[in-house]
């Protein structure tokens, strides 16, 4: 019934720029967590960025100040945007919407590659 699809990653040098879009479709609105995940070769995922059920933001540390967290609710799109990438941001990035209160009501996408190289 749910599904997120990722889009925008590819290759880019460090000081570079790329937006990530996760765009969902079917029935979302139980859904009020929606956040970014990201997983590198041999290492734990870690949240990136999330919109939190007030609509808050959070953001790991390592990016604070570089990435940014955005959302189109008439297209059921959310957006990272990410800029002045360092080659430690290579990973593969997943979208994920959940519910706040019963944790295990979650959805992932299939994730997009993001390699930051020179």
């Known amino acids: 019934q749910v599904q997120l699809v990722e889009s925008g990653g590819g290759l880019v040098q460090p000081g570079g720029s790329l937006r990530l879009s996760c765009a969902a479709s079917g029935t979302i609105f139980s859904l009020d967590v929606m956040g970014w995940y990201r997983q590198a070769p041999g290492k734990r995922r870690e949240l990136v960025a999330e919109?939190?059920?007030?609509?808050?933001?959070n953001y790991a540390d390592s990016v604070k100040g570089r990435f940014t967290i955005s959302r189109d609710n008439a297209k059921n799109t959310v957006y990272l945007q990410m800029n002045s990438l360092k080659p430690e941001a290579t990973a593969v990035y997943y979208c994920?919407?959940?519910?706040?209160?019963?944790?295990?009501?979650?959805?992932w996408g299939q994730g997009t590659q993001v390699t930051v190289s020179s």
């Open positions: 919109f939190s059920s007030g609509g808050s933001t």
């Open positions: 994920n919407f959940a519910n706040s209160i019963i944790r295990s009501i979650n959805y």
